[in-house]
């Protein structure tokens, strides 16, 4: 299985006057031009994404469907355990219970996206991702602390010129 974090691109600052719900928050107009270049080096550099699944929060739902246009997936699954402070426990049963053949991506927010790379890789710690940045993990065996190989981890920059190119890494 490989696992794709993607965070959220970038998104008006929290304003509690202009979005008292902070869930609402969208991405700017820049962010999408720039999540959507992110987009599409991200499906750049995998063979295809079968499961596109996203935080609730608006900033991340957006994220998620430029991701699915840009991968041509045609559905996306919202789960509230990608909204911040959902449950990494619960996350990975979750992972454990998809495809091992297939490639989720998940659309989320950090610290937690980062979090959970590190645990899945190396058991502890955090691999911070950028606003609409990107890491790959692959799994072979059981989903675990450590069990996961850290293909690639990807800055936005990075993402946006490969999606350019449409270069396979």
């Known amino acids: 299985m490989i696992i794709l974090l993607f965070r959220h691109g970038p998104a008006g600052k929290a304003d509690p006057a202009r979005w008292p719900d902070d869930r609402v928050r969208p991405l700017t107009s ?30 991340a739902a957006e994220t998620a469907r430029l991701l699915a246009e840009a991968a041509g997936v045609d559905r996306l699954q919202t789960l509230d355990l990608l909204a911040p402070g959902g449950s990494e426990r619960k996350l990975i049963e979750f992972l454990r219970r998809q495809s091992k053949q297939g490639t989720v991506a998940l659309v989320g927010h950090e610290p937690d996206l980062g979090r959970l790379a590190a645990h899945l890789a190396i058991g502890a710690g955090t691999l911070p991702l950028k606003k609409a940045g990107a890491c790959a993990l692959r799994v072979d065996d059981e989903l675990g602390p450590g069990a996961a190989e850290l293909v690639w981890l990807l800055p936005p920059g990075t993402l946006r010129r490969l999606g350019r190119k449409k270069v396979k890494l």
Do not use: E, Q
């Open 30 to 59: 820049r962010g999408v031009k720039r999540t959507t270049l992110a987009a599409r080096g991200l499906v750049g550099v995998v063979d295809s994404i079968d499961l596109i699944v996203t935080s609730p929060l608006i900033r």
